[in-house]
């Protein structure tokens, strides 16, 4: 599978002296976080096993603090709404 965020996010990440954990889908990307304190979450609107709001939801509901940062290449229209 394609990992694109391994590809390209972190090493700028790296370089700037974080530590980055990565994920291919919601479930392990909610298992990083179980497993670790996260300062930020970079979250993709679409990933194979749930889209990145079902993931924020989730992760709210275990810390309500952390920052999340949403990257997505999906495309949206005026009709489209997001609640979160």
């Known amino acids: 599978m394609s990992r694109p965020f391994e590809s390209y996010y972190p090493h700028p990440l790296r ?4 530590d980055v954990l990565s994920a291919a889908d919601g479930k392990e ?16 609107v679409m990933l194979p096993d749930m889209d990145g709001f079902t993931i924020l939801r989730k992760l709210r509901e275990r810390d309500n603090e952390l920052p999340v940062l949403f990257l ?7 009709k489209t709404r997001f609640k979160v």
């Open 15 to 18: 370089f700037a002296g974080f």
């Open 29 to 44: 990307a909610l298992d990083h976080q179980a497993g670790a304190h996260l300062d930020l979450a970079v979250l993709d």
């Open 72 to 78: 997505t290449a999906r495309a949206t229209t005026s």
